[in-house]
């Protein structure tokens, strides 16, 4: 419809279900010989499974009822701290994005969650559209390939998924502007017991 054919393709992943929905067509046209554009997933820094999470056997719910599957995780038990995109909460990533990242056919970023509101605000006064606290991160990706693209003089087609709108995340926005979001980090000692946590399964 836009006439043109994005070089670069940002999403954000939670689960992974949106960033496949926008990406994986445009990845099996690449795997079919044709054009390969870049594709980053962004994630948030406080529950970051493609980026620190580690690649291998899970389960995908914290009651371990699931089958278990071969993921990025950071443990069933790895519980994030407080942050405003509820979405991108979940300690796992879907197996084919899991599996495409291991084979290199995407890159992973992520940002604090104070970034990408920033990122939100600064598109919702350009475009007029409050974006969700999950959508954030993909603005907030998008805007860095954008200002890379400036740097280098660069004119490059970016695509990114705006995965929802933040009419029922005004308190969050509200709590932005007051300053009162704050960026905290994961234990890290409760990510390295989850980790450790996680159930083997042999070769
Ligand atoms: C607006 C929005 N975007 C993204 C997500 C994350 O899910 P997924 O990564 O599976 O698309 C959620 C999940 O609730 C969401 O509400």
Same mark, same amino acid.
């Given at each position: 419809?836009?006439?043109?054919?994005?070089?670069?393709?940002?999403?954000?992943? +939670?689960?992974?279900?949106?960033?496949?929905?926008? @990406?994986?067509?445009? *990845? %099996?046209?690449?795997?079919?010989? &044709?054009?390969?554009?870049?594709?980053? =997933?962004?994630?948030?820094? =406080?529950?970051?499974? #493609? @980026?620190?999470? !580690?690649? &291998?056997?899970?389960? %995908?719910?914290?009651?371990?009822? $699931?089958?278990?599957?071969?993921?990025? @995780? #950071? +443990?069933?038990?790895? $519980?994030?701290? =407080?942050?405003?995109? /509820? &979405?991108?909460?979940?300690?796992?990533?879907?197996?084919?994005?899991?599996?495409? !990242?291991?084979?290199?056919? *995407?890159?992973?970023?992520?940002? @604090?969650? $104070?970034?990408?509101?920033? =990122?939100?605000?600064?598109?919702? !006064?350009?475009?007029?559209?409050?974006?969700?606290?999950?959508?954030?991160?993909?603005?907030?990706?998008?805007?860095?390939?954008?200002?890379?693209?400036?740097? /280098? /003089?660069?004119?490059?087609?970016?695509?990114?998924?705006?995965?929802?709108? /933040?009419?029922?995340?005004?308190?969050?926005?509200?709590?932005?502007?007051?300053?009162?979001?704050?960026?905290?980090?994961?234990?890290?000692?409760?990510?390295?017991?989850?980790?450790? +946590?996680?159930?083997?399964?042999?070769?």
């Amino acid at each position: 419809m836009a006439n043109a054919w994005p070089d670069v393709i940002v999403g954000c992943t +939670g689960g992974g279900s949106n960033f496949a929905g926008i @990406t994986f067509l445009f *990845i %099996g046209h690449g795997l079919r010989g &044709g054009v390969k554009p870049r594709i980053v =997933a962004v994630e948030p820094a =406080a529950c970051p499974s #493609l @980026t620190r999470g !580690r690649y &291998g056997y899970d389960f %995908g719910d914290t009651g371990k009822m $699931t089958p278990l599957v071969k993921m990025h @995780t #950071l +443990g069933s038990t790895f $519980t994030p701290p =407080a942050f405003h995109a /509820g &979405g991108l909460r979940y300690h796992g990533m879907a197996p084919l994005v899991s599996h495409l !990242r291991e084979l290199g056919l *995407i890159e992973a970023s992520a940002y @604090t969650q $104070t970034e990408c509101f920033a =990122a939100g605000v600064q598109f919702a !006064r350009s475009e007029g559209i409050v974006p969700a606290p999950e959508a954030n991160h993909a603005v907030k990706g998008a805007i860095e390939e954008a200002l890379r693209c400036k740097r /280098g /003089g660069r004119a490059e087609t970016i695509l990114f998924n705006l995965c929802g709108h /933040g009419h029922f995340d005004m308190s969050a926005y509200q709590k932005y502007f007051a300053g009162e979001l704050r960026d905290e980090s994961y234990n890290e000692q409760e990510l390295a017991m989850a980790l450790a +946590g996680l159930p083997s399964v042999s070769a």
